[in-house]
């Protein structure tokens, strides 16, 4: 048990670092490090805390704590990929309709063009 607490901290604590570092470095935006500083904050802190974690698999009914370390660290991945799908989906919308509004200025520009080179010949 010890040594999976002790790789799960050494774990959080990188995940906290190379977010920070990809903020710093513009890498990352603010905004969507949030969610990964949460889930390695929530990491370090039950690996850290013995009795958060055993009552945690206490109240999920689960007899090994490392165990439900695990399983919550999973599901923290899988809300922050669903927190991300989310925006993903949000910014192609997003750049499809932007994509549509240019072809329309685009075709508006040439009509325009084409009456302009139309009326002075």
Known sequence: MERLLAITTALAIVLIIAVLFSVR???????????????AFALLILS??????????HLMRI????????????CLLVLVFYRFSVIISALKDANISLAQRVAILEYRLQAVDGKETRGTA
């Open 25 to 39: 470095r513009q890498h990352i935006r603010v905004e969507y490090s949030v969610s990964w500083l949460g889930a």
């Open 48 to 57: 850290r805390s013995k009795t958060l974690l055993t009552q945690l698999a």
């Open 63 to 74: 007899d090994n704590p490392p165990v439900a370390l695990i399983l919550v660290a999973g």
